[in-house]
């Protein structure tokens, strides 16, 4: 197989309760080349939540403060709480040869498009309004206010699809799966992606 140079960075958004988490985890599981990043938050642990493996929960204070200390390659204030990637993960994760999966919200994903252009970005829709509030729903994880604001965001957040570079429509799960399969698949084979210098060194001299 023909090595590649470097860790490829996929951005993975949508409207909370769309199914990334459910996407991104079913990938991880069958994909070994790929990280995910663990995020900080200062959102309380849903129950089955684990620390630092969903997230790792801090408070708000100790959060401003790895802000401030440039701890985040990007953050954002999502549906009241703190989300940030934190730069010292995502390092050592590509510096291994991995590729990293973010699963992030779009302001998070403007960051890291300006940070690292040749990442890939993916928009996860819900087949319809109507399913997307049984999945918030059926999560049970939110209070009714929370989830009302999490689907008013969520058509705010749909009107950015078209700055990502793909987009899956999370109906029947599989396909989304398979969807999200070929994406990274194909973008790993990208002609750029490829080491130029494995193909010198092996075959021009
Ligand atoms: P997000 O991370 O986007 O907020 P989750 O992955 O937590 O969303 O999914 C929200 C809910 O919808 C969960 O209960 C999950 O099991 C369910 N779900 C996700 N994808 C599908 C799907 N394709 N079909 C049916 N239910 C789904
Ligand atoms: P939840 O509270 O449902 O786990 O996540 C709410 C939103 O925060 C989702 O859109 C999720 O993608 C986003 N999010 C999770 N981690 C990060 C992060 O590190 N940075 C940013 N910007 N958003 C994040």
Redesign the pocket.
Known sequence: MTKRSKGTLFVIS?P????????CRHIAAVDKRLRESVSYTSRQPRKGERNNRDYTFVGTDEFRKMAAGGEFVEWAEVHGNLYGTSRKRLKDILAKGFDVLL?IDIQGAAQIRKAFPAGVSIF?MPPSRGVLRR??E??GANTKADMERRLKNAVREMKNYKKYDYVIV????ND?VSGLRAIIASERLRTARVDGAWIRDNFFC
Do not use: C, I, Y
């Not at 999370?170 to 799960?173: E, P, Q, R, S």
């Open positions: 949508a909370s309760g769309a199914g990334k988490t459910t996407l699963d996860v999945r918030l059926g999560r999370n109906d029947v799960l989304a």
